[in-house]
C-alpha cells in the first residue's frame, strides 16, 4: 500500500458524459501527479499540482482540468467523454516536486466509456 | 525519434540475470527512473539515476547510463518469480513533464 488513495476504483459512463476522479495523496505530500494508462498510448503524463498549484502540464486534453485543494487532496474532471477516454487514471505524490523525488503511485480508476 | 523506446517481452529462467534495455529521446533529460507495475496495482519507483552518473546499483538492480547512445538499462540479478511484472522506463524532461517507454514485461519461468 503506497499511502495515495483514488476513487472510485471502477467507474463506467456514457459518451459525453462528465466524470470527477478523486485523489488523496500521501500524508505530508504536496504535490500531485496525474497520469493516463491506455493500450494504445501506454502511461501519459498529464498534470501535476504542488501546494494548490499547477506546476507542470503535459499531454492533458483542453477537456480534462484538475485542481488540488488545500487539504491537497486533488481532483481531476473529465468532461464530454469520449470512447477513447477509456483507460486507467493514476495519480501519484511526492514530498516536494523536484525531479528525482519519489512518487508514490495510487491503485488508479478505471475509466469505461460506453 | 520521439518515442522512448523498450522492447515488448522478455522471458527468462528463475535464478538468471534479466536485463531490460531503453532508448530515451532527450539528451538533456537529467532524471530516468525505472517503475515497475504488477497486475492491477498502480506503478511503483523501483530506482533513477541521475544523468551524471554511468551506473547506480542496489541490491539486485544495476541500472546502466550510456549517454553518448541515449541507452538505459535495468539488470535484475538473480531474478525472481516475483519479480515478474512489466518495467518502464521514464525520462523526466526539463518542463517536468515525464515521458514513458511502453513498458516490457518480464515474464520469470520457474
Known amino acids: 500500500d503506497s499511502g495515495v488513495t483514488q476513487t472510485p476504483k471502477h467507474l463506467i459512463t456514457a459518451t459525453g458524459q462528465r466524470v470527477t476522479l478523486r485523489c488523496s495523496p500521501r500524508s505530508g505530500d504536496l504535490s500531485v501527479y496525474w497520469y493516463q494508462q491506455s493500450l494504445d498510448q501506454g502511461l501519459q503524463f498529464l498534470i501535476q499540482y504542488y501546494n494548490g498549484e499547477e506546476r507542470a502540464k503535459g499531454n492533458i486534453l483542453e477537456r480534462f482540468s484538475a485542481q488540488q485543494f488545500p487539504d491537497l487532496h486533488s481532483e481531476l474532471n473529465l468532461s464530454s467523454l469520449e470512447l477513447g477516454d477509456s483507460a486507467l487514471y493514476f495519480c501519484?505524490?511526492?514530498?516536494?516536486?523536484?525531479?528525482?523525488?519519489?512518487?508514490?503511485f495510487g491503485p488508479g480508476t478505471r475509466l469505461t466509456v460506453l | 525519434g520521439e518515442d522512448v523506446e523498450q522492447s515488448l517481452f522478455l522471458s527468462v529462467r528463475e535464478g538468471d540475470s534479466s536485463v531490460i534495455n531503453c532508448t530515451y529521446t532527450?539528451?538533456?533529460?537529467?532524471?530516468l527512473y525505472w517503475y515497475k507495475q504488477e497486475p492491477g496495482a498502480g506503478l511503483q519507483l523501483l530506482t533513477y539515476i541521475f544523468s551524471n552518473m554511468d551506473m547506480k546499483q542496489d541490491q539486485r538492480l544495476t541500472v546502466l547510463l550510456n549517454k553518448k547512445d541515449k541507452h538505459l538499462s535495468l539488470r535484475i540479478a538473480d531474478t525472481q518469480t516475483g519479480d515478474s511484472a512489466i518495467y518502464f522506463c521514464?525520462?523526466?524532461?526539463?518542463?517536468?513533464?515525464?515521458?514513458f517507454g511502453a513498458g516490457t514485461r518480464l515474464t520469470v519461468k520457474p
Open positions: 521514464a525520462e523526466s524532461l526539463n518542463n517536468n513533464d515525464m515521458r
Open positions: 532527450d539528451s538533456s533529460s537529467t532524471y
Open positions: 501519484a505524490s511526492s514530498v516536494i516536486a523536484g525531479r528525482g523525488d519519489t512518487q508514490y
